[in-house]
């Protein structure tokens, strides 16, 4: 094939460039440097004056002539500056590489077109590393637009400059002419009413006309988030159509006990909702794969008691899974306080349990005496067996790799139905790409009477404010967080910072009790810490993100957050949902220096301004992309896109997904002659990688 050529034949890169190409780029064959897309494109027919340059010029030509040249500094510190003036203003031209080059090749006083980004140093104009073409008239100019590749120092000091890469992928369609198959078959063509690819990729690089780079671009995102989906989609209907699930099919004496008599509130509508649509999969036969989210505070918990209980009435073992050992302490006590009454038996199973507690518990799961088990990863080693586990849930899903979710799946001969709860809503387009063959349950409703945490950012320099608001809140019988961020890599300068403001906090509140949490304490330290906490034998608690998910202390009322530029908007969300968890009034504090940078004070915004998970969300996907957020990482999605972006995109992703579905309710092995080609490129694309799907 001739995709398959490598890279090094092209003509114009050779051995040598081949392998800067392979180790900076990751392109290895002709058809990776295909794929290889423009960041931007130039308008060539337009040439602006000097005059008109302000801050947010994107790359632009200029039409002028050199007046000087100059060399400052010495060594490796060398570099040349070339004034250059179009008669409108100044600007200067700097090299710090090929200076000799430079000076040989360019004269004063010619006309030159200047080609590059202008920003601002030292209160003058100035564009680094510029290409320079001998001025041509409008006639023999190339016109329209031209691509702009992204390269890196090491590419281009072998001369691989944008302009370089244009001139070899030239080339590389030049060997494809005629030749360039269709990737995607003629009906989803048809439907997503597509360019051929040939005329796409061609036009990627070199567009005949904005309309027509517009088609390429549309075509290339297109078929780019279309595979995803259709992996997705795929996937999905092949295990609907294989597994059957446990049928719990009655709701007896554990539920309606409960319902009944131990049900310490009125559940709220969004609840109820959620727990019949788990209901309805549950008794479907098939097996359930539910995404459940809901914002902090927003009462999962409840959710999934109650769903444990109807396993229970149909003779099922449930376990509940939490990422961090407090997590899963705190849940047994929820679970064990709820449940007292019931005659169920609750166990928790954590890394730190000990081994004869913990013989008894496999045993236990074997005989069927304990139905419902907690724990952390401990949960997942190999030998723990169930007897019949009927339900899974997930909790605060985010952390937990992949591979370990799969893990559970081996628990028991028949997959059990699972539950994911997250409590860090994913913006939709996120959700249908990262989860896209779960079903979704939303609560979008808080307990009654939940007043929304006033959040406000404050600068460091002010503290004594602060410190007379957490007295005050303390004097009317509240409690206080002071969250630190992790400062370093190191785990001991982390905890470093943690003690030097734990100490501080100390000496600030001599009249309170001050406690203190971090990751490194021994399981049964936190739990004393922790329980401290609770009984309000503890003012104030010093901590470090440890307490991010999950932990419920309602009287707590204050969250302070240290150097909360450090944080991301997610995180910061996660952290102010520890406190207003009770009827009353509670309020988050965001400290920061002064001097911020624009996307940090944005943050701030944001988080000033909206207490709402699913508006966080969204914005943080757009300040951060999808490649950097929670979970994506592990997902074995390819999220660093070529060329769709799942903010922007977002229409052309729905389009994608429903002729995804289309095609796969039609053709659902994708067996019709037709879509041979898109098997292929399935298959081509790795996308087999879904099968961890079956889990979550
Ligand atoms: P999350 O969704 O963040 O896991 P939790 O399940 O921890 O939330 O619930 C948060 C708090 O709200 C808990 O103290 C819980 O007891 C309480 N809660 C849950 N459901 C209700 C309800 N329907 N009415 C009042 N309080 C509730
Ligand atoms: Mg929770």
């Not at 100035?126 to 409008?138: L, T, V």
């Not at 899963?328 to 609750?346: D, I, Y």
């Amino acid at each position: 094939m001739i995709l398959q050529t490598d890279i090094q034949f092209v003509p114009g890169v050779g051995p040598k460039r081949a392998g800067i190409l392979n180790k900076e780029l990751d392109l290895f064959t002709l058809g990776d440097l295909l794929r290889y897309y423009p960041y931007r494109y130039i308008d060539r027919s337009r040439i602006y004056y000097i005059h008109e340059i302000d801050g947010s010029m994107p790359y632009i030509q200029l039409k002028g002539r050199i007046t000087a040249f100059e060399t400052f500094g010495e060594g490796r510190k060398r570099r040349l500056v070339a004034h250059f003036t179009d008669g409108t203003g100044f600007i200067d031209l700097v090299w710090f590489q090929g200076i000799r080059y430079v000076e040989n090749r360019y004269k004063v006083n010619q006309e030159y077109i200047v080609f590059g980004k202008p920003t601002l140093f030292n209160n003058r104009w100035n564009i680094a590393h510029p290409d320079i073409d001998p001025y041509m008239s409008e006639a023999d100019r190339p016109d329209g637009l031209m691509a702009m590749y992204n390269t890196t120092e090491k590419m281009k000091e072998h001369s691989l400059n944008s302009k370089a890469m244009q001139k070899i992928i030239g080339n590389a369609l030049g060997m494809v002419k005629g030749r360039l198959e269709e990737t995607l078959s003629a009906d989803v063509v048809k439907m997503a009413n597509l360019i051929p690819f040939h005329d796409a990729i061609e036009n990627i690089h070199f567009p005949k006309n904005p309309l027509l780079l517009r088609d390429a671009e549309f075509r290339l995102k297109f078929e780019e988030l279309f595979f995803i989906q259709l992996n997705i989609v795929r996937y999905a209907a092949d295990r609907k159509a294989r597994l059957n699930g446990f049928l719990f099919s009655r709701v007896g004496k554990y539920l309606n006990t409960f319902y009944r008599k131990h049900l310490p509130f009125e559940l709220t509508q969004a609840q109820k909702r959620v727990i019949k649509e788990i209901r309805k999969d549950t008794a479907s036969g098939k097996q359930m794969n539910r995404l459940l989210q809901g914002d902090v505070g927003s009462g999962k918990t409840l959710v999934a008691v109650m769903c444990m209980l109807i396993a229970m009435d149909n003779g099922f073992q449930s376990c509940l899974m939490a990422p961090t050992e407090i997590l899963a302490a705190q849940h047994f006590e929820t679970f064990s306080r709820l449940l007292s009454e019931l005659k169920v038996n609750v166990a928790l199973l954590t890394g730190s349990t000990k081994k004869r507690e913990r013989q008894e518990i496999h045993a236990g799961l074997l005989t069927g005496d304990i139905d419902i088990l907690i724990g952390t990863h401990a949960l997942i080693e190999d030998e723990v067996q169930f007897r019949n586990l009927g339900f899974v849930v997930i909790d605060e899903q985010h952390r937990f790799g992949v591979a370990q979710r799969a893990k559970l799946w081996t628990k028991s001969e028949h997959p059990p139905h699972v539950l994911v709860m997250t409590a860090t809503p994913i913006p939709r387009t996120l959700a249908m790409t990262l989860y896209g063959d779960l079903d979704l349950s939303v609560i979008d409703e808080l307990p009654p009477g939940r007043k929304p945490v006033k959040t406000v950012h404050r600068y460091d320099k002010n503290r004594g404010a602060l410190y007379q608001f957490i007295r005050e809140q303390i004097g009317a019988r509240r409690q206080a967080y002071i969250v630190y961020p992790l400062i370093e890599e190191s785990e001991t300068l982390d905890l470093k910072n943690l003690e030097e403001g734990f100490l501080h906090i100390r000496e600030a509140f001599p009249e309170f009790t001050v406690c203190k949490m971090h990751g490194r304490m021994k399981p049964a330290e936190k739990e004393e810490v922790m329980r401290q906490f609770v009984n309000n034998q503890a003012q104030i608690m010093v901590s470090t993100t440890v307490i991010e998910v999950g932990v419920n202390v309602p009287n707590a009322s204050v969250m302070v957050i240290e150097s909360a530029q450090r944080f991301g908007l997610s995180q910061l969300h996660q952290l102010r949902g520890r406190v207003g968890r009770g009827a009353d009034q509670s309020y988050c504090i965001l400290i920061t220096p002064y001097e911020l940078s624009a996307d940090t004070r944005k943050r701030m915004e944001i988080m000033t301004e909206s207490n709402d998970g699913f508006v966080i969300a969204e914005a943080d996907l757009k300040l951060r992309g999808p490649g950097d957020l929670e979970g994506t990482q592990q997902s074995g999605i390819p999220f660093n896109l070529r060329i769709a972006d799942l903010v922007r995109d977002n229409a052309i992703l729905y389009r994608a997904r429903e002729i995804a579905e289309t095609i796969i309710a039609d053709d659902p092995k994708l067996s019709q002659p037709q879509h041979l080609v898109l098997k292929q490129q399935l298959s081509r694309l790795g996308g087999n990688r879904y099968d961890w799907g079956r889990i979550s």
